[in-house]
C-alpha cells in the first residue's frame, strides 16, 4: 500500500465523518481521468466536465454507502459511468428523426390535410417526450418504426 492508498482512505473516512475537505484529495487524484471516463462516453468536453462535477457531489452524498473495505475507484468510476450513460439515452430520447424535422418545418404544406391536422393533435396531446414512438408517428406521417403497424 502507498502513501496515496493510505491519504485517500483518510479522505474517505473525513468524508464519512462529514468533513468535506476530504473531497480535495479525491478531487485531485480522480478529476482527470474521470473526465476521460466520461468524454470517452459522451464524446462532449463540456458534458463529461459536467458529469464529473455531479459524481463528485453525488460520491460526496453517497459516501455512507460506500464499503471502506473496498477501492474507492470502481465504485466512483461507476457513478461516472451511469451518469454519462443517463445523458446519452436522454440526448437519445431527444433527437427528431429527419422526417420529423421536414414536417415540422413545412406547416404550410399539410395545413390543408386534415390527416396531418389529426396527427398534430395527437402529438400536442400525447407526452411525447416520453413515448418518443408517438413523437415519431406524429412527426412521419403516423408511421414510426417504434411503434408497430395497424392493418
Not at 80 to 95: G, P
Request: charged share 30%; proline share 5%; with cysteine.
Amino acid at each position: 500500500m502507498d502513501r496515496d492508498d493510505d491519504t485517500e482512505r483518510a479522505a474517505i473516512a473525513a468524508l464519512q465523518r462529514g468533513d468535506i475537505n476530504g473531497l480535495d484529495f479525491l478531487v485531485r487524484r480522480y478529476q482527470l481521468p474521470a473526465i476521460r471516463v466520461a468524454f470517452g462516453i459522451t464524446s462532449d468536453r463540456a458534458a463529461a466536465e459536467d458529469v464529473v462535477a455531479e459524481a463528485f457531489i453525488t460520491a460526496f452524498t453517497r459516501i455512507g454507502q460506500f464499503d471502506p473495505r473496498r477501492l474507492f475507484a470502481p465504485w466512483f468510476y461507476r457513478i461516472i459511468v451511469n451518469d454519462a450513460l443517463k445523458i446519452i439515452h436522454r440526448k437519445q430520447r431527444l433527437r427528431m428523426p429527419a422526417c420529423a424535422v421536414e414536417a415540422l418545418a413545412d406547416r404550410t404544406e399539410t395545413a390543408c390535410d386534415p390527416e396531418a391536422a389529426s396527427l398534430r393533435q395527437d402529438y400536442a396531446g400525447s407526452d411525447h417526450r416520453r413515448d418518443p414512438g408517438v413523437a415519431t408517428a406524429a412527426a412521419c406521417g403516423g408511421h414510426s418504426p417504434l411503434l408497430p403497424r395497424h392493418g
